[in-house]
């Protein structure tokens, strides 16, 4: 028996390695894609090739979404955060119980998380090379850049609280945890970190790039990028997160006219999450910048 049994026994192993990867692992879902402009790919450790990434698409724990010139993609994960990915951007997204790590290797995202929507001590990690920031309830803008090969971080914190650690590229801490609230920022590089300020006039700036490209177009002088960065994210967050289809109101929210003040209840439609981007985004400082 023996001397049949070996061959078989080899036939079968030769077989299963022969098998593509998911007929044993099933990958973890992420999230999936909101919204998506240009070329947007995910590179996945059970695929050789990138693979491209359309509306609506599942985006996996391990993908490694990458974005390229003049493209945009934003997520939904878990039902409970949107992330916003600028073009030339690298983002990885990884998971251990209760903590759910958004990585970025080059590039800059914007952050909305709803905090009601998080069980007791969940968090969600932005972690660089250069820092690792926790996130519950908050709105943050996260950037890497790189000067002479050495990568650079910048947190900007909207709304809410975090508590950032400054970091070396292996991730042990170089410094005590710092809290930072809204309109509270950090640099960091390999060396030092340095915490500051920020004013809403400066909003616009910090958050350019982090809406679709659409919403750039038409639209009102009188739309600052700040407003339209806190409409474009409470939208998509608040309207997916009510099985809304939140990509075609968006770009209705973003290039109608303000609406006139009036005495009569508004109506329970989209303008409602419009006047909650407020308190979503900013705690009204982008809403206050946007009605000047």
């Known amino acids: 028996m023996g001397q049949w049994l070996r061959p078989v026994l080899a036939w079968l192993a030769l077989a299963a390695s022969l098998l593509p990867a998911p007929a044993f ?11 998506l402009e240009g070329n947007v790919t995910a590179v996945r ?4 090739q990138p693979v491209p990434l359309k509306f609506k698409d599942d985006v996996f724990l391990q993908d490694r979404v990458v974005t390229g010139e003049q493209s945009f993609a934003r997520l939904l994960l878990g039902g409970k955060a949107v992330v916003s990915i600028r073009e030339r951007s690298a983002v990885t997204i990884t998971e251990v119980p209760g903590r759910s790590t958004i990585e970025i290797e080059s590039g800059k995202i ?9 069980l007791p001590g969940e968090i969600i990690n932005i972690k660089t090379p250069n820092a690792v920031a926790g996130v519950r309830g908050t709105v943050v803008v996260a950037e890497v850049t790189r000067r002479g090969g050495q990568p650079f971080t910048n947190l900007w914190v909207i709304r809410g609280i975090v508590d950032a650690v400054h970091t070396n590229l292996q991730g042990a801490p170089l410094s005590p945890a710092v ?13 030092t970190s340095s915490k500051g300020t920020f004013t809403p006039a400066q909003v616009g700036a910090i958050v350019q790039g982090l809406q679709p490209q659409r919403t750039q177009e038409g639209g009102s002088a009188s739309q600052s990028p700040a407003r339209l960065e806190a409409v ?3 939208a998509a967050l608040l309207g997916v997160l009510t099985g809304t289809e939140a990509g075609q109101e968006q770009v209705a929210l973003l290039t109608a006219p303000p609406a006139p ?15 909650m981007v407020g308190d979503l985004t900013s705690g009204g400082r982008v809403t206050q910048l946007a009605g000047r």
């Open 25 to 35: 692992a099933q990958a973890t879902k992420a999230g999936n894609v909101t919204t």
């Open 45 to 48: 450790p059970i695929v050789a």
């Open 110 to 118: 914007a952050l909305s998380v709803a905090r009601d929507r998080m």
């Open 179 to 191: 809290t930072l609230k809204a309109q509270e920022s950090l640099s960091a590089n390999p060396t």
């Open 232 to 234: 474009n994210t409470a």
């Open 261 to 275: 003040a009036t005495t009569t209840p508004p109506d329970l439609g989209p303008k409602v999450n419009v006047t």
